[in-house]
């Protein structure tokens, strides 16, 4: 059983920080790219940052220099380093896996999905 089980979320005001976890379990972490995605409220699911089996980071520029992807596939692990954080980040965070690279993608429902944390960022 393939299994993302997302930690980290909470409540913060403005500016402030949080660090997300997405634990895998079920699969070669190590082969699969990885990607952070957020949906707020009456919108649609965006990706945000993702790592390829490579190491090879992307973001989307709503959040580049604020925001670090990394994996740590010892611990078969996702993070998401959240910096200088906006009121316009509040949303439900979710990590997905996929074979191939989440660069300028949403993974399908059926995809491996996590099950979401959620982020409030308060002015």
């Known amino acids: 059983l393939i299994q993302l089980v997302e930690s980290g979320g909470g409540s913060v005001q403005a500016g402030g920080s949080l660090r997300l976890s997405c634990k895998a379990s079920?699969?070669?972490?190590?082969?699969?790219?990885m990607g952070w995605f957020r949906q707020a409220p009456g919108t649609e699911r965006e990706g945000i940052a993702s790592?390829?089996?490579?190491?090879?980071?992307n973001y989307a520029d709503s959040v580049k220099d604020r925001f670090i992807v990394s994996r740590d596939n010892a611990k078969n692990t996702l993070y998401l380093q959240m910096n200088s954080l906006k009121p316009e980040d509040t949303a439900v965070y979710y990590c997905?896996?996929?074979?191939?690279?989440?660069?300028?993608?949403?993974?399908?429902?059926?995809?491996?999905w996590g099950q979401g944390t959620q982020v409030t960022v308060s002015s």
């Open positions: 997905a896996a996929d074979r191939e690279s989440l660069v300028g993608r949403v993974p399908a429902p059926s995809n491996y």
């Open positions: 079920g699969l070669p972490f190590s082969r699969y790219s």
């Open positions: 790592i390829d089996s490579n190491g090879s980071e």
